[in-house]
């Protein structure tokens, strides 16, 4: 046997931290914020210039917002902005940009129709003193996650309700005061209301305080230094965590207004330096305490009330203090959950501490738990504050904490460990890679590592370029972890890191599903992006069976439950499906592998599509084709401009006249081709079209048919009215014209279809499984036989006008297109199925990459039934994908 160390000497990186590389953990400012919106963006702030800048996840496009007036005219008087955060709804964002001499700026976006479009809604100046530390929005909507059970559940609601403001904003600024910024529903500015957290204070919207509120004690002006702000389940408070030191002792009482509402006027700033005086040097180390104040919002019917009553201090005789973040305790399902008797936890704050030993070596960490509970023993209900545990780590460093309830109802955390030691790099990959630290699921309040779960390491391409993750994001799923370098470190280095992964399996220890399968069906159920899960499930790495099993059970999970929107669910979970295969296509290099992947999300997409059409169909209807049509017909009705309505609908009708045409020629060329050997061996057929699978499932047939009776209708309305204009003539003429020479007969093949949905009766196991692969089953091979000589020896189907188009008898006009070239496949509107009439800027499918100019200007309004239709596609695609602007875009 040969020996492993003979020839030449395998070279290895190592990588040990120094202290000055985690020394940002106690820097507060070097800190650079990162945000994952529920669109998939990942929002972080830009290295050098005052501005946050977008990254589209799996996606290589950036981009960046616009800039506020102030940063727009003199950006170098800004810093980057050191707070950003996401609104419940996705569509509003916050930022906050220090100033360089100048006061400070807060920004509000509001999010366009396309997710890398923000537009600045408002701006505001803070003043000097007065710069924000912490911000969290209200408004959280009610979480899906998984109960014991493995099924989905829903989550009570997050935080005080919202009422009185459609957006709530707290922030935490330094003079240690709390301010709430909302808007109302009926208003275009946001309003801002402020009390102080040193004492116990209130004010109201509609009464405007005069009296200044001191943020100074005995021993002069305090400020603070790190803030959290922690919202719990089925609770009205707000909990605010803040450490702060002394500054300076203030000579005068000074005119305050700590935040300018008035939108670019001349904030009255201090002019006298004497104003502050310095303290002492050794007075400027920050409290070796943690105040706790509780925050109560409000609304009278008038206006919002804003109200704060402090709590003792928590005393932490610790070292240097490194992070702090609230985590919401899991609430009881019912009061039978209640294991303990006494107060139970509403909230944990978790807070981290590093001891530098001297600066000599690598610094030891501890993280210590806080519980804080409701009183009710006493009149009026006050919260106790208690510490839960305390957890030292000798051989490793605590870098980041995170708050983490995506996967099972239990109090977790999401932390993150270097190692204080060198690590060889990982062997046997194309790219060697440097594992650094650890990645971990804590449960609270023991700390430690939650049971079932690994470790995942946080790994590093280059040991000369290792980046110490500090601030972090989980993605809207939880399935991924984003992290960026400190701001002391150029140029920003964004990475993403997968998270530890929940298996479930039954009391024998069988594997049963994927953690996979619970969060997607939670995500559609809660119609947010799923492009963090189908991240890890495109990888080549991932077994296309693996998948095809996780989509199986998450179909299995939507069925499963009837909540009334069986149609919306399955058109979500269409979407799904064309991300999924269409994804693993871009990244695979097998071709025939590739050309497999894209029939299947094809497939999906048409039927999205078909369900689509059906849905303009019935609003354009309005309950009787013939008194609409008769309208159209007779020039007169609703619309100013009648024809508008009547073409788009021709053009859907082309659309779904061209996929019936497919279908029925490859029922002909299946059926012509006879009986194969393998048909009587289920399971060993792996040549069936994946576009039977409308003829095989029952959802899908039943999609196909209701397209057929929508174009159906619309054609015989159309041959049973008499036009009175030129122009109603040509559109009557072309559409029939189309149908008559497709060579389907839609009646007869509709009488054949109802016989086939019979003899379905409903959706099995290899049915489900053939919708989520998008392929039939081999064991479906037998009724497919039975289906395509059905349809293929009927009388729906005249051959001869099916595979032979006039078109292609002519010559010379080869290129002529008829009926706004609706037989081209590319170029065409995925929304309208029409052809773009210009060169104009098109927005793309973040999932498909179909293109729309539904938005351009140019485009002159069509009938207010369409445009009802159209209107619903402004935010999402057919597919359910989100919009960006600029070309096609590929996952990284």
Same mark, same amino acid.
């Given at each position: 046997m040969t020996s492993p160390f003979k020839g030449k000497a395998k070279e290895e990186d190592h990588w040990q931290p120094g202290w000055w590389q985690l020394h940002p953990l106690v820097e507060s400012c070097f800190h650079r914020p990162v945000v994952w919106t529920k669109a998939s963006a990942i929002l972080f702030a830009h290295p050098?210039?005052?501005?946050?800048?977008?990254?589209?996840?799996?996606?290589?496009?950036?981009?960046?917002?616009?800039?506020?007036?102030?940063?727009?005219?003199t950006p170098a008087s800004y810093e980057p902005p050191?707070?950003?955060?996401?609104?419940?709804?996705?569509?509003?964002?916050?930022?906050?940009?220090?100033?360089?001499?100048?006061?400070?700026l807060m920004c509000i976006w509001t999010r366009g129709a396309q997710v890398d479009t923000w537009n600045v809604t408002e701006w505001m100046q803070v003043s000097r003193g007065g710069g924000v530390i912490a911000s969290a929005w209200l408004g959280q909507s009610r979480e899906w996650t998984t109960d014991t059970s493995r099924g989905t559940i829903r989550l009570p609601p997050l935080g005080p309700p919202t009422t009185g403001a459609?957006?709530?904003?707290?922030?935490?600024?330094?003079d240690m005061q709390v301010h709430i910024i909302h808007r109302r529903s009926n208003a275009l500015k946001?309003?801002?209301?402020?009390?102080?957290?040193?004492?116990?204070?209130?004010?109201?919207?509609?009464?405007?305080?005069?009296?200044?509120? &001191?943020?100074? +004690?005995?021993?002069?002006?305090?400020?603070?230094?790190?803030?959290?702000?922690?919202?719990?389940?089925?609770?009205? &408070?707000?909990?605010v965590a803040t450490r702060s030191r002394v500054t300076s002792t203030p000579t005068t009482q000074p005119t305050f207004s700590s935040i300018d509402m008035s939108l670019g006027l001349p904030l009255p700033m201090p002019t006298e330096e004497s104003d502050f005086q310095p303290l002492d040097w050794a007075k400027w180390v920050?409290?070796?305490?943690?105040?706790?104040?509780?925050?109560?919002?409000?609304?009278?019917?008038?206006?919002?009330?804003?109200?704060?009553?402090? =709590?003792?201090?928590?005393?932490?005789?610790?070292?240097?203090?490194?992070?702090?973040?609230?985590?919401?305790?899991?609430?009881?399902?019912?009061?039978?959950?209640?294991?303990?008797?006494g107060p139970v936890a509403k909230i944990y704050l978790a807070a981290s501490f590093v001891d530098f030993e001297e600066y000599q070596s690598v610094p030891k960490s501890e993280l210590v738990v806080y519980a804080l509970t409701?009183?009710?023993?006493?009149?009026?209900?006050?919260? *106790?504050? &208690?510490?839960?545990?305390?957890?030292?780590?000798?051989?490793?460093?605590?870098?980041?904490?995170?708050?983490?309830?995506?996967?099972?109802?239990?109090?977790?955390?999401?932390?993150?460990?270097?190692?204080?030691?060198?690590?060889?790099? =990982?062997?046997?990959?194309?790219?060697?890679?440097l594992s650094t630290g650890d990645i971990r699921i804590l449960q609270l309040p023991s700390s430690n590592v939650l049971e079932g779960w690994s470790s995942v390491p946080i790994l590093s391409t280059n040991a000369q370029r290792v980046s110490v993750p500090f601030n972090v994001a989980l993605s809207p799923n939880g399935v991924l972890l984003c992290t960026v370098s400190p701001s002391s470190l150029l140029p920003a280095h964004v990475a993403v890191h997968p998270l530890p992964r929940l298996i479930l399996s039954d009391p024998s220890g069988a594997l049963l599903a994927s953690g996979d399968v619970p969060t997607l069906v939670s995500a559609i159920r809660s119609r947010q992006t799923v492009a963090d899960i189908i991240h890890r499930l495109s990888l080549p790495s991932t077994p296309l069976a693996e998948v095809e099993d996780v989509l199986f059970r998450a179909i299995s999970g939507l069925e499963g439950r009837d909540d009334g929107l069986r149609s919306l669910r399955l058109h979500d979970f269409l979407g799904v499906l064309v991300e999924v295969y269409r994804t693993r296509a871009q990244r695979v290099h097998n071709d025939v592998e590739k050309e497999e992947l894209t029939v299947r999300w094809k497939t999906a997409q048409d039927l999205c599509s078909l369900m689509a059409c059906h849905g303009a169909f019935d609003d354009c209807e309005n309950g009787d084709f013939g008194v609409f049509y008769g309208q159209f017909m007779s020039g007169v009705g609703f619309d100013r401009t009648p024809t508008?309505?009547?073409?788009?609908?021709?053009? =859907?009708?082309?659309?779904?006249?061209?996929?019936?045409?497919?279908?029925?020629?490859?029922?002909?060329?299946?059926?012509?081709?006879?009986?194969?050997?393998?048909?009587?061996?289920?399971?060993?057929?792996?040549?069936? =079209?994946?576009?039977?699978?409308? *003829?095989?499932?029952?959802?899908?047939?039943?999609?196909?048919?209701?397209?057929?009776?929508?174009?159906?209708?619309?054609?015989?309305?159309? +041959?049973r009215l008499n036009a009175s204009g030129e122009t109603a003539q040509l559109a009557k003429n072309i559409l029939i014209d189309y149908v008559d020479s497709s060579g389907v007969n839609l009646k007869e093949l509709d009488n054949i279809l109802v016989q086939i949905s019979e003899e379905l009766k409903g959706s099995n196991d290899d049915m489900?499984? &053939?919708?989520?692969?998008?392929?039939?089953?081999?064991?479906?091979?037998?009724?497919?036989?039975?289906?395509?000589?059905?349809?293929?020896?009927?009388?729906?189907?005249?051959?001869?006008r099916l595979f032979i188009k006039p078109s292609d008898l002519v010559t010379g006009i080869a290129s002529m297109q008829l009926l706004d070239g609706s037989r081209m496949t590319e170029s065409r509107d995925i929304i309208s199925k029409g052809q773009f009439l210009n060169q104009s800027q098109k927005r793309v499918c973040l999932r498909c990459g179909g293109k729309t100019q539904q938005s351009d200007g140019r485009v002159k309004p069509l009938s207010l039934r369409w445009m009802g239709w159209e209107s619903q596609w402004q935010s999402r695609c057919i597919c359910g994908g989100l919009w960006a602007t600029g070309p096609a875009i590929l996952p990284v």
């Open positions: 050098t210039r005052p501005a946050v800048v977008g990254h589209l996840f799996p996606s290589s496009h950036q981009f960046q917002l616009d800039s506020p007036a102030p940063i727009a005219n050191t707070i950003i955060s996401i609104a419940p709804n996705d569509f509003s964002l916050f930022a906050y940009f220090p100033g360089v001499d100048v006061p400070g459609t957006l709530i904003l707290t922030i935490v600024t330094q946001f309003t801002m209301i402020t009390c102080s957290l040193m004492h116990p204070d209130e004010a109201h919207e509609l009464k405007p305080r005069t009296i200044p509120q &001191s943020t100074g +004690g005995p021993e002069g002006l305090r400020e603070c230094v790190s803030a959290a702000i922690g919202i719990a389940y089925n609770e009205t &408070s707000i909990m920050e409290d070796a305490s943690i105040e706790v104040c509780e925050v109560r919002v409000g609304y009278d019917g008038q206006g919002m009330l804003l109200s704060t009553h402090p =709590l003792p201090p928590i005393e932490c005789h610790h070292q240097q203090f490194s992070k702090m973040v609230f985590v919401p305790a899991d609430p009881p399902a019912s009061s039978e959950d209640k294991q303990v008797p409701r009183n009710e023993s006493v009149g009026h209900p006050d919260w *106790l504050i &208690s510490q839960a545990s305390s957890r030292s780590f000798a051989s490793e460093v605590l870098t980041f904490l995170c708050p983490y309830n995506i996967y099972s109802r239990t109090n977790t955390l999401v932390a993150g460990f270097v190692r204080d030691t060198m690590m060889p790099t =990982l062997a046997g990959k194309r790219k060697p890679e508008d309505a009547v073409w788009p609908l021709s053009r =859907l009708s082309a659309w779904t006249m061209d996929f019936l045409e497919n279908l029925m020629k490859e029922c002909v060329l299946e059926g012509d081709s006879g009986p194969q050997e393998s048909d009587a061996q289920p399971g060993t057929i792996a040549d069936i =079209l994946p576009i039977f699978i409308y *003829l095989l499932h029952p959802e899908a047939l039943t999609r196909l048919r209701t397209s057929i009776a929508d174009v159906k209708r619309f054609y015989e309305t159309l +041959g489900r499984r &053939s919708l989520a692969s998008c392929h039939p089953m081999p064991s479906l091979s037998a009724s497919l036989r039975k289906v395509v000589t059905k349809i293929s020896e009927s009388k729906a189907i005249d051959k001869p």
